[in-house]
């Protein structure tokens, strides 16, 4: 209200006619309630796909067969989770799941430790080309999957390591090291540099001041960097496709892909049972580090 | 006065151009030995696979075929290419797709960063619910919505009261390659945006409204043109991701019905690990690397401003 009451100085010449305060107010409310409005539709459409996903998982093969409508409306009168023992005892949905975890969770852990290090070194060290140096590292992350797809399939081949997890863990870095590297420069960019020049005045040696000074500090950009970095990781799909065969190697991505084949009737009480528990992970990821997760990714872009 | 500050706070070279004393050329050996393994991981799983691409190009390198391996054959490949039907029209399809997704989900994540820019009760459940589609594998998305659009398991056809078999048709299977697209790609490209418009000072929207400019006025000549440096790479972003379109197409339609959402990279993928052709298909992904750069490159160019830092 002050500074309408301001405006009616000079500034407020040009001012178009205002109807009454009245009307105004409606106005207002009526914008806000078609704002609010807006954000429930966005928060349905992001959402309600996940409900059906979870109510079709509860369905037994009798009522997929059937088809939607009836008793299997968007509230099924009958619940079971027939697909998600399906998916665990006969289809052994568990193998692929522990082999996601084992690349996710190796991956993100080589990507901090080098990211940590690339990062602090981008912002820290007096190192001639850290532009350049910087732009090809983002620009790597651009770098066409499937472009890299046949090469290295023939790597892996020349090597004896198709078919097999472990080389994945050293692929997946191009998903997640160019951001996570990007992140922690920005990170230890607004970490001011007075701690760890203390730290090397009182004779400490770089690595150690990164260590005990700068690392503890900057745990929360490392955190994000990594949450990020298994998200990254996790969704992975052109690689699996390309390189696993045998279906114990599969990743999990891969694993539910292949559910839904074989079958003359396709089962999507068995597939989206097998999304509704990939899907589990990063839900919970996203629900506990929505903040961390906003903040990492916009964090000192355009600053 | 860089030359009377004691050694330990001269490092940096923030402070003009001090002497390079003992300590700054140790910690800058140190910077590259701490570069170098992001960038030689980096380098291995790109600029490798480039080289061998190109080196693939010029030779016959089909696996399935005993005679003629390895052999020389100069531009073959690439002609092969330019004048298969199957490419030309992947070319055209992909980007005819990355074009339209563009065009249609960055105006989608304008406004749904506008949304998640102002504050109000709730903004933390919006935040949680767009960032899951985001976070969530592509094979989700992608299975997801092939569940959506069938016809005895989806909801589209149910609640809409419609028997259409979506992924049997061109047009329909495209309209649910878009969906799938869109829902995923959206909230990523509004956090883009969302971090553009959170470095706008509020002074300025302060000052239009004193000036009693519209909602639109302010937005037409005060947001857009200060969201430009977000907005380009918001744009190169999707673009790109536009151009490599692979996981959605291989679940949602394995290409079809027919070819016909066949795109460069499922066609390149299909030349590699199918056909096992390794020359053709380094042609193809060749093709595919310049064509990003070409993409990045006008776009870039197009949205450059003078003040970028």
New interface residues.
């Given amino acids: 209200m002050s500074?309408e009451s301001?405006?009616t100085g000079p500034?407020?010449v040009?001012?178009?006619h205002r109807p009454g305060t009245r009307s105004r107010r409606v106005q207002r409310i009526v914008r806000e309630v078609c704002?609010?409005l807006?954000?429930l539709i966005?928060?349905l459409?992001?959402?309600?796909?996940?409900y059906?996903?979870l109510r079709?998982s509860l369905l037994s093969d009798q009522a997929?067969g059937q088809?939607?409508?009836g008793p299997n409306?968007?509230i099924p009168a009958h619940l079971t989770g027939s697909a998600y023992s399906e998916d665990f005892n006969q289809q052994g949905f568990l193998t692929p799941l522990i082999n996601s975890a084992i690349v996710a969770g190796l991956t993100t852990l080589i990507t901090i430790v080098?990211?940590t290090?690339?990062g602090?070194?981008?912002a820290?060290?007096?190192?001639?080309g850290a532009g350049a140096?910087l732009a090809?590292?983002l620009v790597?992350g651009?770098?066409?999957?499937?472009?890299?797809?046949?090469?290295?399939?023939?790597?892996l081949r020349n090597l004896g390591f198709l078919d097999s997890i472990w080389p994945l863990i050293?692929?997946y870095?191009?998903y997640t090291?160019?951001i996570a590297?990007y992140l922690l420069r920005n990170f230890f960019m607004q970490i001011p540099?007075d701690l760890e020049?203390a730290a090397?005045?009182d004779g400490a040696t770089?690595?150690v001041a990164l260590r005990r000074v700068v690392v503890p500090v900057a745990i929360p950009g490392v955190f994000t960097a990594g949450i990020i970095a298994f998200?990254l990781a996790?969704?992975?799909?052109?690689f699996a496709?390309?390189f696993l065969e045998t279906p114990s190697h599969f990743t999990a991505?891969?694993a539910?892909?292949n559910l839904?084949q074989s079958q003359f009737q396709?089962f999507?009480n068995r597939?989206?049972a097998a999304?509704v528990i990939?899907?589990i992970p990063?839900?919970l990821?996203?629900?506990f580090a929505?903040r961390r997760?906003?903040a990492g990714?916009?964090?000192g872009?355009?600053? | 006065m860089a030359t009377e500050a004691p050694p330990a706070l001269r490092f940096g070279g923030r402070h003009g151009r001090p002497p390079v004393s003992g300590r700054v050329r140790a910690d800058r050996r140190l910077g590259y030995l701490m570069l170098a393994p992001a960038i030689v991981l980096l380098l291995a799983v790109t600029a490798y696979p480039l080289v061998y691409n190109l080196w693939n190009s010029f030779h016959a390198e089909n696996l399935s075929e005993i005679t003629g391996q390895g052999g020389w054959v100069g531009v073959d490949n690439y002609t092969r290419m330019f004048r298969s039907s199957e490419w030309l029209h992947a070319l055209w399809r992909t980007l005819a797709f990355a074009g339209v997704s563009v065009a249609i989900e960055t105006v989608l994540a304008l406004g749904l960063a506008l949304m998640l820019h102002r504050r109000f009760r709730g903004r933390g459940l919006l935040r949680v619910a767009v960032l899951i589609p985001w976070a969530v594998p592509t094979v989700v998305s992608a299975t997801l919505w092939k569940t959506m659009f069938d016809q005895r398991s989806g909801f589209v056809d149910y609640i809409f009261g419609l028997h259409t078999t979506w992924l049997s048709g061109i047009w329909t299977s495209w309209t649910a390659i878009f969906v799938a697209d869109a829902w995923k790609n959206i909230p990523f490209i509004a956090l883009i945006l969302l971090s553009g418009l959170q470095v706008i000072p509020t002074e300025i929207y302060e000052a239009a409204r004193i000036d009693g400019a519209s909602w639109w006025q302010t937005f037409r000549r005060l947001t857009l043109p200060l969201l430009k440096p977000a907005l380009a790479v918001a744009l190169i972003f999707r673009l790109l991701s536009g151009l490599l379109i692979f996981d959605v197409v291989y679940i949602m339609t394995g290409g079809g019905p027919g070819l016909s959402t066949e795109t460069l990279s499922f066609l390149n993928w299909q030349t590699f690990l199918v056909d096992t052709d390794f020359g053709y298909g380094g042609a193809i992904s060749v093709m595919l690397v310049v064509l990003c750069l070409l993409a990045a490159g006008i776009v870039g160019w197009l949205m450059r401003t003078r003040d970028l830092r």
């Fill in positions: 500074t301001a405006a500034l407020a040009s001012r178009p704002f609010y807006a954000v966005v928060i459409i992001a959402l309600f796909p996940f059906w996903i079709t997929v088809g939607v409508g409306g968007i080098v990211a290090l690339a602090y070194a981008l820290r060290m007096p190192i001639r140096i090809f590292i790597a651009f770098f066409p999957v499937l472009a890299m797809v046949g090469p290295l399939f023939l790597v050293i692929v870095l191009v090291l160019p590297t540099a020049e090397l005045v770089r690595l998200i996790w969704n992975d799909f052109a496709v390309s991505p891969l539910i892909v839904g396709v999507y597939i989206d999304v990939i899907t990063v839900a990821l996203v629900l929505q997760i906003v990714l916009t964090a872009s355009f600053r």
